[in-house]
Structures are given as structure tokens and as C-alpha cells.
């Protein structure tokens, strides 16, 4: 963070060699640090500080109080390496760490039938959209040998700037992880899960479904920006999957029956507008937007339950 702040905010790529090795190949242990990840790093340490702090009384003496927090921690862990992984190698170890933890909190109550069937639900969804970053990853690989994000993004400003067409499968990579994006934050035709993910602890469903892990796909569309900001075709079809997903859950919100599938269609309705705010390359807006309705979203899932007690008292 020092040597950040000494470089003047410039982004900051940090290396250290290869960590696994097949052949003559290695995958790089590489991390990425800009004012993205800065800002989601912070925003993800704060939430599930405040987590940690509000389940200890919240699911005190709770069956399962301590898989709980074993669970937090992983997913912890995988967010951070999302945020701060310099290459979509790297990035997609913290994705699937984030996606499993995911899935075992909506499953926590899990001697009921309604959130097994919501977590495999989640798992399904979640396997087949990622995919789309596995797919991406091989792309990247056959055509530059490499998914380290400085890398990319200097082969492809070099095309621009000598005028030569892109890279051959960038529109194929951006559409792949347009799809993977889709699946994480629960976007058209794939977001029906969300609604249903509520059957998780309130704190889980706060700080996964409403403040960090459903906006994971907008970081992955910020950081990929500079691979897909001139395609048409890729910036086209992200501005009208989020657009249809922002009428049709604002649509859905207004008949839901109760109070936490009221924010889940809410928050599926902002995210579909950050995915419109990507498509036309104000990538900026997008991650003040993702910040700020994080933490209004976090807060909303929280208070659910004591709003609640409070219209029932009266």
C-alpha cells in the first residue's frame, strides 16, 4: 500500500514467480493493485468486519455457530484474492473460493429441504456460468500464452496504438466473461437464484447477496475493461443484459411477498444498471456505484429482520 501511494496511485503489479508448474508452463503469482481493487479490498475488510462482529450475537448459540465462521473466513480469503489477483489465473482460484462459500451459507440451515434446494440451485448456476472465465483463461492462453493483466492490456494497447485490429478472440473472451459475470451477479436469464439465496443466516445473506459477492461480476467487468472497451459486440450485449435485468427484477420486486426478496429483486435491479454503466465504458461511476449501494444494500439486509419485529409489535 506504501509503495502505491509512493508511485502516485499508479497501478501497481507485484510478482513473484511461478507457484505451480505443468511442463514448461507455470502459473505465475502475480497481484494487481489500482484504485479497483483498493476501493473493493477495503469495502469487502470493512463488511465482514462488521459481519464477524454482528453474527457473534446474532447466531449465538446457533447449531453450526462455528462452520459459520470457518465459512466467513474462506470467503474471505477468496474475496480478497479476486480483488487483488493479477492474472484471471489467480482471479478465478478467489472465485471459486467466493462461489463454494456462497453455496455452503445458503445451505446452512440445512435440515430443512428449502435451502438445500436453493444451494444447489446456486451450484448449478454457478458451475455453468464459470465456465465463462475457464473459457476465457484458455483464449487468453492460446493466443498470448499468458493471463496476467498488464501483460494483456500492453499487447493490446500496442494493437491500438499501431492501428492493427485487436486481438483475434478478445470479442469471444469478452463475451466469455460477460457470461461469468452474469452467473455471480445474478443477472437475466440466470438470476433467478437470487430470490431464493435468501433462505441463508441475515448476515450471510448481507454481506454475500447484498453487499460483496453479488457484485463481484461488475469488479470482474471493471477490471477487464481495458480488454473489451472498443468491442461493439461485447459492450453491446453487456448494456442490454444488464438493461433487461434492471426492468425485469424492478418488474418482480413489486408483486415479491416479503420483505428480503424485495431487496434481493432490488439489488438485482442496480447491479443490472452497473452492468449498463460498464457497457458504455463509465467504469468509474460503476465502482462508486457498486460502493455505495453495497453498503446501503448491506445495512437494508441487516435491519430486515427488526423491521420486521417492529411491524409485528405493532
Partial sequence: ?????????????????????????????????????????????????????????????????????VVILVFAAGAQLLVLAGSLDLLFAGWELVGISSVLLVAFFHERAGP?????????????????????????????????????????????AVGTSPLAPTTWVALALLVAAMGKSAQFPVGGWLPRAMEGPTASSAVFYGGLSVHAGVFLLVRAAPLYAGDSVATGATIVVGAATAIIATLSG?????????????????????????????????????????????????????????????
Fill in 1 to 69: 500500500l506504501t509503495l502505491w501511494v509512493r508511485r502516485g496511485f499508479e497501478p501497481l503489479d507485484v510478482r513473484y514467480g511461478r507457484w505451480f508448474h505443468a511442463g514448461e508452463y507455470g502459473f505465475p503469482l502475480v497481484f494487481y493493485f489500482d484504485g479497483a481493487s483498493a476501493a473493493f479490498s477495503l469495502l469487502a475488510g470493512l463488511l465482514l468486519l462488521a459481519t464477524s462482529r454482528f453474527s457473534a450475537n446474532y447466531l449465538h448459540r446457533e447449531p453450526g455457530f462455528t462452520r459459520f465462521y
Fill in 116 to 160: 438445500v434446494r436453493a444451494a444447489i440451485r446456486l451450484l448449478v448456476t454457478y458451475r455453468l456460468c464459470d465456465v465463462g472465465l475457464v473459457l476465457a483463461a484458455v483464449l487468453l492462453h492460446q493466443s498470448l500464452h499468458t493471463t496476467v493483466f498488464v501483460d494483456v492490456f500492453r499487447t493490446q494497447r500496442d494493437h491500438v
Fill in 254 to 314: 413489486q408483486v415479491s411477498p416479503d420483505a428480503k426478496t424485495s431487496l434481493a429483486y432490488a439489488t438485482i435491479a442496480q447491479v443490472g444498471l452497473m452492468f449498463v454503466e460498464c457497457g458504455l465504458g463509465l467504469h468509474r461511476v460503476a465502482l462508486v456505484h457498486l460502493s455505495a449501494h453495497a453498503l446501503l444494500r448491506y445495512y437494508q439486509f441487516l435491519q430486515t429482520p427488526s423491521v420486521l419485529q417492529s411491524a409485528l409489535e405493532r
